[in-house]
């Protein structure tokens, strides 16, 4: 691993210059999925399985394949029966490709309610529509098992005979019918439960939800009369498209060629395929571009969620607060296909105190809902709400102030960590103490039924490997081409950098987001990691630049290059200090001095660093209703160096946004036979601008060593502690502790009669 | 499917009569492009009612005000004389969907599209008002508690179209109220809602009032023992508590996604004693 000098001055990182996106984007002339189009474009539409577990006993298209105007209609007897594969896809885990070609067209058994079972391209969308529902299906239907614990139970009906466990970060081994299991220890459990004055127990249960990105999955693909596949879509990763939809269609990957359009939000959700494999072979066999778009319900119904979760831990500690002991107990939904978020879920737990005794124990378990996908901090939401509340009820306990507590308990550089390696470079006392100095904290929280919440939370991110491209032009403006698709403001942050280690300004900088053809093999815009990852392959190709443009100076002065000097964007010669060119200067030259400049540059940067943050809450309840008004909220979160605050504000806004929807009102709610009964943004929750305050983001800046400017991941841990830090503030307004997600007006009437009764 | 934009109610009326097939009324459009789009309905014919100029206004009469079945929620919202005279009604038009859907949508849509949980239609049966339908052979005029007969259908024959819907003269020391729950605070489906509307005495007492609740039942309710609990009263803390028992025992609701029995239970009770005294209020004001 790097450990970077930083500069202690910083002239273009740190600054809010203004997108290059922006406008286009906010006056709709940016090009998202459902913006493209091609000549004699068909349009594709998926059958899905109404049921939520049976199994395929006969399909019949021929109706849809006579209907006027249909010009292809596929199953999965028209994909190829692929053996299992297993892959690393990152955040996603290890997955299982024949499970993943499984979940995009369904073989011998559908596993959820929308499961895809064929599909058909005709001349527009509603007559592939109708055409869709004159395919028979015949199912027998098979019972289904919709939450972790009828999952593990005895008896419990098997929905594979065979899988191969998977998750990311621990290996899990296969240890019931439908679940696969992990498990984490360091010191003594039950010596360090001896130790404790009072331990607690208690369990939790956390409902399935959606990343709810605004815009669906939309895909069109050509089968090109070469055999050579285009496929231009809305997603985290134009390179994980590419190689699973090889993969699953038994292609070379040098035979297809992904072009990343606009994406209108991921959040996790957008890093995988689905309909894209459906939109190639219907092109193979139309002869026909296909394009292809989800709806919401379809998105809702098959399409990534988050897991549903039941958790039971426990915690010791001594009279003076320390933490002695602590075992952890999550069961993660992975949904219809094994590898869902338990590792980084139960990892996450508690990480961020040091405390010598810990076992944790993680379940990722198979239900008849959609496989679950990546959501931001995927898997820590449900475990720092279990963990923080209990925090939080033992500082009441103890009488202690909870963040004099969290600072007696602060995990610290160094500390060993359950993942076993010691703590990098962390925060998190500095974060703390900034909660305690801030008016907020110090504030008068005033009125009846109104209470204030704490939460600490926690998220690793990833490094994982980035392409760069730089290119002069004899202008002295630079091309930046990366292979990160542009979700947040990343454009513009690598330009930023680049512009810093060029010495030009960030608007001399072009930045754009290359297809596979085009630029080098990058991992998806995920784990927090594109402005720290991408951004190092950024300053590696800078720096090859500078190196170049070093030589040519050398070349003209007819001096060695190792005299000259390359300072704030101009190269002067040592030997005689009255030469010395512009960066825009030597640019105009190269042509003359050898020809242009471009610079490539492949990272795979470990060092991404932790990410910490503290959120606080102030809300008031309707105690003859339930209903939660949340008044005041502001997030602390360390960002090693922010490169655009504005953005890193963004992120946090709209990870505690997510957070909030999570805590109180989104949830997968399904009926006994396991559909799903809120497929529309109607039903499915999400808060509105009118349901949350302005959330006020306290940037730290502790620089994280592993980046030459210090940055760190950001845009995950916003999501982490918003329902921990509500279910506190929710106790202090009004006495009762929520055990359970979301926390629903009926959930918090029912508990306020509880305890009144 | 065709589409037709008549100019009278009775020739939408004979149109909709005549149709063999499926024939709907498109007011904003708000509930049946929806249902549309998700191929609930498939109509062979929709009646397009925004060219109707005996629909199109809101106008104040000697007897009260009509509202056309055209106009708009965003359009009552702008009328001051109508939101002086029946707050309650227009606050609970305004409360539809958003600015977008208020835009487009009409009460007597929200009335015709049947919902348990319609929110215009508590605060009109709370204001006692009536409905003027046309059909092809006559007119007549229905209290609009008697429209909705459960979710999804109503009274209205086929070719029986709403022309307006009335609001009777107000007498001095008025008032009425609409309040609804939504988990969210907008863009949300009532999980209940509550209208009240009274008439006081010279001495502050309540001399009539008619409570209604939404999303407790298959069709909106005329609560009478609910207005018999404050009728007489100051609405002390007596009369409120017989008013929200009086309302918890007429709901009969559904457990679902959005709402659990209990909860839509206890909560009516809570929302009738907020909305009557937001109405009597109101009516102490004028
Ligand atoms: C995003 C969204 C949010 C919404 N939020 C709410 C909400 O908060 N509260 C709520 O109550 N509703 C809500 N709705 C539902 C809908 O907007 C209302 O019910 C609205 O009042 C319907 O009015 P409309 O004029 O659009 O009716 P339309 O859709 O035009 O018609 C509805 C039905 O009534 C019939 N109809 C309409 N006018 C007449 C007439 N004059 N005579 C006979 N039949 C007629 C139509 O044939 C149709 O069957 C929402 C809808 C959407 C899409």
């Keep these: 691993m790097n450990d970077y000098v930083i500069p202690e001055k910083l002239r273009v990182v740190g600054t809010t210059p203004i997108r290059p996106d922006g406008h286009d984007k906010v006056t709709g002339r940016a090009k998202f999925g459902d913006d493209f189009h091609l000549p004699g474009m068909l349009h594709g539409k998926v059958l899905r399985s109404p049921h939520a577990h049976a199994r395929i006993k006969s399909i019949d298209t021929s109706h849809a394949e006579t209907f006027p105007g249909v010009h292809a209609v596929v199953t999965a007897a028209d994909f190829p029966k692929i053996s299992s594969n297993v892959i690393d896809a990152g955040e996603a885990g290890q997955i299982d490709m024949q499970d993943v070609a499984d979940n995009c067209i369904a073989r011998e058994k559908v596993f959820y309610d929308g499961h895809a079972v064929a599909a058909v391209a005709a001349d527009n969308a509603h007559i592939a529509e109708e055409a869709a529902n004159l395919i028979q299906v015949d199912y027998e239907l098979l019972d289904p098992v919709m939450d972790v614990r009828s999952a593990m139970a005895d008896n419990a009906t098997v929905l594979h005979d065979n899988f191969l466990p998977g998750a990311f970060l621990a290996p899990t081994e296969k240890a019931l019918p439908n679940a696969s299991k992990l498990e984490l220890a360091m010191g003594d459990v039950s010596a360090g439960f001896d130790e404790a004055d009072i331990i607690i127990e208690r369990e939790f249960t956390t409902e399935t939800v959606h990343q709810g990105y605004i815009e669906t999955h939309i895909v069109t693909a050509q089968w090109g009369a070469n055999g050579m596949v285009t496929v231009w879509t809305t997603t985290q990763g134009q390179f994980a498209i590419r190689d699973q939809l090889a993969l699953v269609l038994e292609l070379p990957m040098s035979a297809i060629t992904v072009i990343p359009l606009e994406i209108g939000g991921g959040f996790g959700g957008k890093d995988s395929i689905y309909i894209d494999p459906l939109a190639v072979v219907l092109s193979k066999q139309s002869g026909r571009p296909v394009k292809m778009v989800m709806s919401r319900a379809e998105t809702l119904r098959a399409t990534g969620p988050s897991s549903g979760t039941y958790i039971k831990a426990r915690l010791g500690v001594k009279i003076d607060g320390t933490l002695v002991a602590a075992e952890f107990h999550g069961a993660y939904e992975a949904g219809a296909y094994s590898g869902g978020p338990v590792a980084p879920g139960v990892s996450t737990a508690l990480t961020r105190y040091n405390i010598p005794n810990v076992k944790i124990e993680g379940y990722d378990v198979l239900v008849n809902k959609p496989k679950v996908k990546p959501y931001r901090a995927p898997g820590a939401t449900p475990s720092n709400f279990a963990v923080e509340t209990m925090i939080d009820e033992l500082c009441r306990e103890l009488k202690l102030d909870p963040v004099e507590f969290r600072l007696h308990n602060a995990l610290k550089t160094g500390d060993r960590l359950v993942l076993g390696f010691p703590c990098p470079e962390i925060g998190g006392v500095e974060i703390l103490k900034a909660v305690q100095n801030h008016a907020h904290y110090q504030s008068d929280i005033g009125g009846p039924h109104r209470g204030r919440g704490l939460a600490y939370g926690f998220w690793f991110g990833a490094g994982l490997p980035s392409s760069a491209d730089l290119m002069v032009n004899s202008d002295g403006t630079v091309q930046l081409c990366s292979g990160s698709p542009d979700m947040s403001g990343t454009r513009i942050t690598l330009a930023m950098q680049a512009a810093e280690a060029l010495g030009i300004e960030p608007n001399d900088i072009f930045p754009s987001v290359g297809d596979t053809a085009s630029v080098g093999y990058s991992f998806q815009t995920v784990a927090s990691r594109t402005t720290f990852a991408t951004g190092i392959a950024v300053y590696q190709a800078a720096q090859d630049i500078l190196a170049q443009m070093a030589e040519r100076a050398a070349l003209i002065w007819q001096i060695a290059t190792d005299n000259i000097l390359i300072d704030g964007g101009r190269f002067v010669n040592k030997t005689n200090v009255q030469q010395c060119f512009t960066f825009k200067e030597l640019a105009g030259k190269l042509v003359g001095t050898g020809g242009p400049i471009a610079a490539r540059a492949l990272a795979s940067p470990e060092g991404v660093g932790f990410q910490i943050t503290a959120h606080l809450v102030d809300l008031a309840v309707d105690t003859e209703t339930g209903k939660v008004d949340i008044l005041r909220y502001t997030a602390f979160q360390d960002a090693g160096k922010a490169v655009h605050p504005d953005f890193v504000e963004g992120q946090i806004q709209g990870g505690t946004v997510q957070g909030i929807g999570w805590a109180l009102n989104e949830e997968y709610f399904y009926d006994g036979a396991g559909h799903l009964k809120n497929t529309s943004l109607l039903d499915y929750r999400m808060p509105t601008i009118l349901d949350v305050p302005n959330i006020e983001a306290v940037i730290l800046e502790r620089p994280n060593p592993g980046h030459p400017y210090g940055v760190r991941g950001v845009g995950e841990v916003p999501i982490v502690p918003p329902a921990a830090a509500i279910a506190n503030a929710l106790y202090d307004a009004v006495g009762i502790r929520m055990n359970t997600l979301p926390m629903t007006p009926a959930k918090i009437l029912d508990k306020l009669n509880s305890i009144t009764d | ?286």
């Design chain 2, 1 to 286: 499917m065709k589409y037709q934009t008549p100019s009278t109610s009775k020739e939408a009326a004979v149109l909709i009569q005549s149709e063999p097939g499926q024939a709907f009324v498109l007011a904003g459009g708000t509930d049946l492009m929806v249902r549309m789009k998700g191929r609930f309905v498939e109509p062979d014919l929709l009646v397009d009612i925004k060219h109707i100029s005996a629909m199109q206004s809101i106008k104040k009469l000697a007897t009260g005000f009509r509202i056309g079945a055209a106009v708009s929620a965003a359009e009552m919202g702008e009328n001051t004389s109508l939101k002086k005279t029946w707050p309650g009604v227009v606050e609970s038009a305004n409360l539809i969907g958003s600015d977008q859907i208020q835009n487009r949508c009409t009460i007597a849509g929200n009335l015709c599209n049947a919902s348990p949980a319609a929110d215009a239609v508590p605060a009109l049966i709370a204001a006692g008002a009536k409905v003027n339908v046309v059909g092809a052979q006559r007119r007549r005029t229905v209290a609009v508690e008697r429209i909705i007969t459960g979710p999804g259908t109503t009274s209205l024959r086929k070719g029986e179209v709403v022309e307006a819907i009335t609001l009777p003269k107000r007498p001095p020391k008025s008032g009425d109220a609409y309040l609804r729950f939504t988990p969210r605070s907008e863009m949300d489906i009532a999980v209940v809602g509550a209208g009240v509307s009274l008439t006081l005495d010279s001495k502050m007492v309540i001399k009539s009032a008619r409570v209604a609740l939404g999303a407790v039942a298959p069709t909106p309710l005329l609560v009478p023992a609910a207005a018999q609990a404050i009728v007489g009263t100051k609405l002390n803390k007596a009369a409120l508590n017989l008013l929200a028992q009086a309302c918890c025992a007429a709901c009969n609701p559904i457990d679902d996604k959005r709402g659990t029995i209990e909860f839509r239970t206890e909560v009516a009770g809570v929302l009738a004693q907020r909305a009557a005294k937001m109405a009597y209020q109101r009516a102490r004001g004028k």
